[in-house]
Structures are given as C-alpha cells and as structure tokens.
C-alpha cells in the first residue's frame, strides 16, 4: 500500500505499536517498537526556530534544511538512555563524574561522560553476550521519527510544556537527572529531549539533506564528525528539539553525553 504526506506533514504509521511488542534484555534494557512510517525530517519553520536562537542567524541552524520526506521502517529503540548501572553491568567501568557514581540514583542515572568510540567497544561486548539480540546506534533519521513522535512543529508538543517532557538548564538545577523522570513521549520513549545528548550512528555533513534519500537514510559514507542529538540538562530551550544537529568528534567526551540503542533480533 502506498502512503503519502498529510497536508499537516504528521507522521503516516504503517504499523500500530501493538503489531510487535517491547524487548527487554538481561540487562533491563527495555526497547519499544517503533512504527514505520514516512515523516518530514528537518526543520519546517527555518524562521521560529531562529528566533529562539540567540544569535538569530539562520545559517547557524541551516543544516536543518532542506526539510524532506523520509520513510522508516519498524525497528525497536531504547525506552531510555543507557543507565550506568546497565555499562557497569556490561563493561565493569564508572565513566563520567565521581559524583554521578555516589549519588543515591546512581543506577538510574544515565551513563556519560563516553566517546562514540567508547560505545562501539560497549556495543561490541554487548553483541558478543547477548544470544537474541544485536545491538547498534540510531541513525539520525530513526532518533528524529521517534522524537518527533508523529507530530509536526519545532516540538512535539508546545514550548510552555517543555519542563514536563525534558530535563534543561531551566529545571535540572544543572544536574544530571534519573531516566524516565519526566513524561514519555507518544511512542512511550523517554528523555529523547534534554538530559543527555545522544550519540547517533551518522557522520555528519552540512549538506547531507539536500541529497539524503528517502528511505532509511544511513547519513553520509564518511566524514570526521558524527551527530549527537536531544539537547542536555545543561542546554537552553533553543538546543532541545528534535530537529537540531550537533556535529562532534567521535573520541569527544563530555559529562552532558549518553547514548541509547537500537535492538535486533539476531540472523543465523
């Protein structure tokens, strides 16, 4: 069956949530299925998101254009950010600041302070133990789908209720904050805004919407940076949305970076 854009440009789902259940882990990593569907990715209103930024220059968010239609499909993306009880587990090591590992929360807090490189080594380990699944960084189209949530605009849902969906500087106390505090979004998925940036699979290029393709787009074939996405407990408002894109080195470690998962059942 063929799907074509609303003229509200929302999401068109392919499947219901239902048609394929949650996955949970030894590790109590939990991963919701995501439906498929087309969206547009990038950023719509060039013009409102400028006039939250502070320096109010366009080309500092141009990256964001040209927005386009792209269509995903079904994959299962973590419910949340990969705590640091789940790495210790995993790679028995603290990263991060000594004082995330002596706070009461500890176990829920998630885990930061870790190099793209870093969480391919995690990654690796975790395909090596686990016997069901393979696990991988979303790409930047699968972070933004499930960001936005099936539904248009700079955010999902309006400005004044951002402290309810995500940890910013405005709320946090500029601290790092357990998962799974603030509301889920209409996936079920949590802190996909603010924070812990996430660490996504793609290099980044610039230009790279101009020519992305449509369907399950994998980012550029190289680059020297890749993307990190959602904005932190530490970012203003005009950072946390699902269209913005931070490009990093990928051995850059800082106290405000995580990452979450994809799941996949393995093949024989």
């Not at 109590?28 to 995501?34: N, P, R, S, V």
């Not at 969206?39 to 386009?68: L, V």
């Not at 499909?73 to 028995?92: C, I, K, P, S």
């Not at 996909?192 to 290099?203: K, S």
Request: charged residues 25%; contains cysteine.
């Amino acid at each position: 069956m063929r799907f074509i854009l609303s003229l509200l440009w929302l999401v068109t789902p392919l499947c219901s949530l239902a048609d394929t259940g949650p996955v949970e882990n030894r590790w109590g990593m939990t991963f919701l299925a995501i439906p498929s569907g087309q969206f547009i990715m990038g950023t719509r209103d060039i013009d409102a998101a400028t006039m939250e930024h502070p320096s109010g220059d366009a080309s500092q968010i141009r990256d964001e254009t040209p927005p386009h239609p792209v269509n995903i499909g079904t994959f299962h993306l973590g419910r949340t950010e990969v705590t640091q009880q789940q790495w210790l587990a995993v790679m028995d090591t603290r990263p991060g600041p000594e004082a995330n590992w002596q706070r009461e929360d500890w176990q829920k807090l998630p885990v930061v302070t870790v190099s793209w490189h870093r969480v391919m080594d995690f990654i690796n380990a975790l395909n090596e133990q686990d016997s069901a699944y393979d696990y991988r960084l979303p790409t930047e189209a699968e972070w933004e789908y499930a960001a936005r949530g099936g539904r248009d605009g700079l955010r999902p849902f309006d400005i004044d209720k951002l402290d309810e969906y995500a940890w910013t500087i405005s709320n946090s106390g500029d601290n790092l904050q357990a998962v799974a505090t603030r509301r889920e979004n209409p996936f079920g998925i949590h802190d996909l805004y603010g924070n812990a940036w996430e660490w996504t699979q793609d290099w980044y290029a610039p230009d790279y919407y101009s020519n992305s393709p449509a369907d399950n787009p994998q980012g550029p074939p190289n680059g020297i940076k890749r993307v990190r996405r959602g904005g932190s407990f530490h970012c203003p408002v005009h950072l946390v949305r699902p269209g913005y894109r931070a490009p990093e080195l990928p051995d850059k470690r800082y106290s405000v970076l995580g990452f979450r998962l994809v799941a996949e059942p393995k093949k024989n």
